[in-house]
């Protein structure tokens, strides 16, 4: 995106956030085992959002006179040597949008001048203690009171301008959506019995890396999907699994993808399979359907524990009353999670600024198990991303606790339900764009319809 | 490992240090954009040497009168339904041979009572804010007074048992280099031009992956080798270019590889080309002769830089006396990092507690360009793995830098020397185990000589 995009945004969060000096920090380089020894550089998405400026140890500062200051590092002769030349902060910048550059060790100045002035300095909760760290030094504050001194009108105001995605934000969730595709290709034709999962998921990061684009969270790769953010991958496929894969790659932009797919190991659904993955399939295409400015987000859950239910009464796994089964929550030992969250330049969209993204003012999550864990109830917009991911799992020591406790009994069939363990886990998940009428599955289209998984 | 190596390895450390009690904090999960959204995790390696346990939220309590307490999680409902059941901190503690394990909730009580008792509590300096915050609110210090309060005799302690390797230990290193060695492989049968560095990046991380053991640092895949750190996969390699690649697998157990190879895009060097490698092969293969308890790891890097120095004069980009011009650093043009470093669970093994690792006390490093970069000065010792890798580069920048102020003029060709700007840059690197009297090249032999690379 070029430099009037970020100089547009900020100044619409300028005239949303009128008062005092707006104070971006970037990320530093994450250490892994030692302070050398870094995880991939990955910026904080606001930064990226109003500078687009993916480089660590960087600054934004919006003065309260309308200035706009970009605090960036020069390149000394042993960054040359072992990390190559950099462009000049004032190069940086200008590639930004940002009329003013300053060499990084000036920002402290910067903010003690500021902070003398007497003019407010507000900043997003820091979600890395460094950050916290680095601010509690800036301002002058023990690092323990810095998230309780972010400012809330400026994370509403962030929280609402990036909720709503431009056509270019769109392109860049798209761009990564085809490397997805890609991805998901490489499973597919790498998934057969006798193989560890971790083949998979290095067939699937070599397309991505080959693309030069990150993953966006680390890929669930699992033939025990019951456990919902399953990161091992040490499991053999058997011929009766069903292999889980939920992953997105990021695009050059820093947009996420995620997608869900369910594959059978042995490359044909069981009979057994194909009725649970039809029962969520419905689930996920009954909110396709249903979404769009008309509902809220919390309404498209409801749907898909609906059709859930329906089709899990139809097998035998439920029963009785399916509207007091939802609205008891008797559904959430099968579907224990949210249908989806916003999905943007973070997986888990603006997460960092908490429910005020998810959830209208006053409106607290719900407490009940299953439903609480929806992270997005809001009513939906035009031009919202959402994940649309239903999912129907059989988890061992879940099904045994509420087994002890006899709980929902009226609804749910625990001697059908013990026929399943074993079974794993299927979710179904895509990415939608609202629109003005409806909603558009963002895409190339990844195969979904059993007969398309199926070799 | 089982319980009673890490059982003795405490046991040691306690010998060492008699005195205090002495607390080790296990690594959090570290968030890439958001909080739940995190890179992979890697326990700190001071806890997988003392431990083997690698989980997020734990730490283990050393008291002063000889007690052994192992603090983790305990699984909850939320925490089985999307992470999966998790052993009791019982269990994991038996696993390390730990007598004691409580619930890490009570922690700050177990360090408040240690506290009120006046013993003092030792600790390690942190190389991550959040655990340096985590100590800070244990110690009741301020965040950044935690690095200066760490404990320099336990920091000596740790370096001088895990700098000499177990055979388990190089056991560890060696299936890591198993890895690397197909990683080579892969790479190699990649290479070709008009492909992207990425696409090789992505099939050697593949490989690593499908044996489901992570990669020990960012690879470097470049056909700019001359940025030495240089970790951007996007250029297209050409026919003339040299790929260089830097990478090593993490096994199992944490441990780590370090190669260094080069392999021409065209399949077969050419003639400049083979005659820089040259230099360095000879470099490499002089240190590997030299390696022994009777040199300092300084002998080594000044070998190498004599021969690196000798055959660059034979090509007629170094001249005059080069005894003179290796004391006086003039060969750092080229040859501008240390020889090597010593390897274990880290790449750079223990470099977290600095140059007490790799210098004896009251010996401080160089301030010359090049030799500063010397991570390891002292006498090797038995069982000591160190890395061994030499390389010439010609960077530009670099080369203007020193050309416009003439410095070391006497010894340099720049003229010769601006002939091979575009080359790139050749390094070569082996891990070397020190042995009674000499050394051997761990791994099962990865491919080094130009015949053996070229296809």
Redesign the interface.
């Known amino acids: 995106m070029d430099a009037r995009t970020y100089r547009a945004r900020r100044q619409e969060l300028r005239r949303n956030v009128p008062h005092g000096a707006i104070l971006f920090l970037g ?1 530093d380089e ?11 550089f ?4 606001h930064f990226l959002y109003y500078a687009g400026i993916s480089q660590p140890d960087v600054a934004l500062l919006l003065t309260p006179d309308g200035a706009e200051i970009f605090f960036g590092p020069a390149a000394d ?1 042993d960054t ?6 950099l462009p000049s902060p004032a190069e940086t910048a200008a590639r930004a949008g940002v009329d003013h550059a300053r060499d990084i060790s000036q920002l402290p100045t910067a903010v003690a001048d500021l902070r003398r002035s007497g003019a407010p300095i507000l900043y997003l909760p820091p ?4 950050i ?2 680095k601010l ?2 800036l301002l002058g504050r ?3 009171e810095i998230a309780a001194g972010a400012s809330l009108d400026l994370a509403r105001a962030v929280a609402r301008q990036r909720s709503v995605k431009s056509g270019e934000e769109v392109a860049e969730i798209e761009a990564a959506l085809d490397v997805s595709a890609a991805m998901f290709r490489a499973a597919r034709a790498a998934v057969r019995p006798g193989r ?1 999962e ?2 998979i ?3 699937m ?8 684009c990150p993953q ?3 890929p669930i790769v699992t033939v ?1 999907g019951e ?5 091992s ?2 499991r053999v496929m058997q011929a009766g699994d069903l292999l889980l894969i939920d992953y997105g790659a990021e695009s050059r932009g820093g947009y996420s993808a995620d997608i869900t797919r369910v594959i059978p190991v042995a490359g044909r659904f069981d009979e057994r399979q194909r009725a649970i993955y039809q029962v969520v399939l419905d689930a996920q295409l009954a909110v396709i359907a249903a979404a769009s400015p008309r509902v809220t987000n919390r309404d498209l859950h409801f749907i898909a524990a609906r059709k859930i239910a329906a089709g899990l009464k139809e097998i035998g796994l439920m029963r009785g009353d399916l509207e007091e089964a939802v609205q008891a929550g008797a559904h959430a030992l099968f579907f ?2 949210g249908i989806g969250h916003m999905l943007g ?4 969209d603006i ?2 600024l908490g429910d005020i993204v998810g959830y209208p003012e006053g409106e607290a999550r719900s407490t009940q ?1 299953g439903l609480g864990f929806l992270r997005l109830a809001r009513r939906l917009e035009p031009g919202f991303v959402v994940t649309d991911e239903p999912g129907v799992y059989f ?1 061992p ?2 099904l045994d ?1 509420w087994e002890t406790e006899k709980r929902h009994a009226e609804f749910i069939n625990y001697s059908a339900a013990r026929q399943y363990l074993g079974f794993g886990g299927v979710r179904i998940e895509d990415d939608l764009l609202i629109t003005a009428d409806g909603c558009r599955v963002l895409g190339p289209g990844i195969p979904k319809a059993p007969a398309e998984i199926e070799r």
């Open positions: 990320l994450a250490p892994r085992n030692y302070a050398a020894n870094v995880y991939p990955r910026q904080d998405s002769l040359i040597v072992w990390s190559g030349p979600y890395r203690a460094a916290a760290q509690a030094g023990p690092a323990n560890v971790a083949e998921a290095g067939a990061q070599a397309v991505a890396l080959a693309q030069d966006a969270f680390l025990r456990v919902l953010h399953n990161n991958y040490h224990p999670h330049l973070d997986t888990h997460e960092d198990f988890n020591p879940l606790l």
